[in-house]
Nanobody, 116 residues
């Protein structure tokens, strides 16, 4: 599975950004797709994931501000980020995995920087 992410960049606090990720691979391998993020010295944390059936899970810190969606029947997911905060600054990684897998495949990472 190969993942290609796009979007991100620099925005002021309170602003919005979007990320997209497209995956090659089978429907089984990409059942769950989504985003994680990481800052230097910290562990990678969940941002949001979505199943092929549309079930979503969000990290506590982004609940209500970020929205993940998935193109119907496709291996493309979108993350709409609103009301961004400086603490959202991180490298965001796209991930795809089978339904019952603990891990999976990772994209190259894209930087999101929120200035105060």
């Amino acid at each position: 599975v190969q993942l290609q992410a796009s979007g991100g960049g620099l925005v002021q606090a309170g602003g919005s950004l979007s990320l997209s990720c497209s995956a090659s691979g089978s429907a089984l391998s990409t059942n769950i797709m989504g985003w994680y993020r990481q800052t230097p010295g910290a562990e990678r944390e969940l941002v949001a994931v979505i199943s092929r059936g549309g079930v979503t899970t969000y990290g506590n810190s982004v609940q209500g501000r970020f929205t993940i969606s998935r193109d119907s029947g496709e291996n493309t997911v979108h993350l709409q980020m609103t009301t961004l905060k400086p603490e959202d600054t991180a490298v965001y990684y796209c991930n795809a995995r089978p339904l019952t897998a603990a891990s999976g495949w990772w994209g190259q990472g894209t930087q999101v920087t929120v200035s105060s």
